[in-house]
């Protein structure tokens, strides 16, 4: 991991100065903004990009119907969500002497991928920022922390972590860039993967998860988002990081309503809000991943967070060879045998599982390989109104995501 720049991690006191201007350069009309700001700032360009982006934050919320009538939680986003533009500006005025920033990537859940040119080893890589509401509601010093903790993962179907740190009062960091496109691109564009494609994206992402999962770290957000495809090989990106996001965010997290995850692809026990998520978390996020490259579709799907869960708690997925006949049924045992409601009825390790679909690929038509029926496959729908209330009680509150949620990370 390359060293921080000082400028990336600022001190209490430039919050306290930034606060400062902004509430200085609002109280004056809009002409004379800019005069200000030239005598205040100087020649000091990160913070003057900071005053300004927080003095525009302001102005957003303020012209926000109803900012007097509402509860003021319901206004933390627009003055802590900087526009994108804003956040560009920011990353410019304190990054540029390390990153070049080109342009945006795209957004997810959790964070704002830029591409950027690594000026000091001139090497394209993928800056990712996480979403400003986010970073507030998180330590920043412990995030860091954290997701270091990843950066030590080499291993061929692992995106490497080069960099991380905090610029401007944004949490940032930064990996490859790879050309090529994401998982989730490919299954838009054809639904249903070729059985070979399918089975080899699969063994990949899972000796990705058992050589970091006997390093002790889980991924805890496997989706095909974060698969990436490139010269025909599955590259697995953000490892650790919604570990790093929860374990900096404690409780926080839940009362702000972030997602922590994806639900059509977490493991029950994870979905609930549990501490005792394990690597057979992992396994079960690429059972559902591996069922959706073969069905077209994940497990479990609805119009809501909650409706996931809800079905997650009380359905049996469809089977995979009934919706496509050309899986061989060892195949179909192994993906439904990872994704089982309860973490002691999958596969105990990634590894395994990877294995049991080498051996179903080979297999062929499922006649000449050894079949060991998964439970979901030898009983009907359990329908147990605890698990409902549980499920829909996890989702309200213990996996923190929004009710207008669209069920995507």
């Known amino acids: 991991m390359s060293e921080r720049s000082p400028r990336a991690e600022p001190a209490p006191p430039r919050w306290t100065e930034v606060r400062a201007l902004a509430e200085a350069v609002l109280a004056q009309p809009p002409e004379r903004r800019a005069a200000l700001l030239d005598r205040a700032c100087g020649g000091d360009a990160p913070l003057r990009a900071e005053v300004e982006a927080q003095v525009r934050a302001c102005e957003r919320a303020a012209q926000a119907v109803g900012f007097l009538a509402e509860p003021a939680a319901a206004f933390a986003a627009p003055l802590l969500a900087a526009a994108p533009d804003d956040v560009a500006v920011v990353l410019r005025a304190t990054l540029g002497a390390r990153y070049d920033v080109e342009r945006e990537l795209g957004r997810g859940g959790m964070a704002t991928v830029y591409l950027a ?9 993928a800056l990712k920022v996480l979403h400003p509401e986010l970073g507030a509601a998180l330590g920043a010093e412990r995030f860091l922390r954290e997701i270091e903790l990843t950066a030590g993962l080499q291993h061929p179907h692992i995106l490497p972590l080069f960099d991380s740190g905090r610029a401007g009062g944004l949490l940032y960091y930064v990996m490859p860039y790879v050309d090529g496109e994401t998982l989730r691109t490919r299954l838009t564009r054809e ?3 070729p059985l070979d494609d399918a089975l080899g994206i699969a063994r990949e992402v899972a000796d990705a998860l058992a050589y970091a999962h006997a390093r002790g770290v889980v991924h805890r957000d496997v989706k095909p988002e974060n698969v990436l495809l490139h010269d025909g090989h599955a590259l697995v990106a953000d490892f650790g990081i919604a570990l790093a996001v929860r374990e900096a965010g404690g409780g926080r997290m839940t009362r702000t309503g972030l997602s922590l995850g994806t639900p059509q ?13 394990d690597a057979r978390a992992d396994v079960y996020a690429l059972g559902a991943v591996t069922y959706e490259m073969l069905v077209g579709e994940p497990p479990f799907t609805g119009p809501t967070a909650e409706a996931v869960v809800a079905r997650m708690m009380t359905e049996t997925p469809r089977g995979i ?3 496509r006949p050309s899986v061989p049924l060892d195949v179909e045992a192994a993906v439904l045998r990872a994704i089982e409601r309860l973490p002691g009825d999958r596969f105990v390790s990634a590894r395994a599982f990877g294995d049991a679909l080498r051996a179903g690929g080979r297999a062929g038509g499922g006649a000449g390989g050894v079949w060991t029926v998964p439970s979901r496959m030898r009983r009907g729908p359990v329908l147990v109104a605890l698990a409902v209330a549980a499920g829909l009680a996890s989702a309200a509150g213990g996996a923190a995501w929004p009710s207008s949620s669209r069920g995507r990370a």
């Open 191 to 193: 639904r249903q993967l």
């Open 265 to 277: 692809y977490m493991a029950p026990e994870q979905a609930s809000g549990g501490r005792g998520v």
């Open 117 to 125: 040119r690594d000026v000091r080893h001139q090497r394209r890589v």
């Open 321 to 323: 060879s009934g919706q």
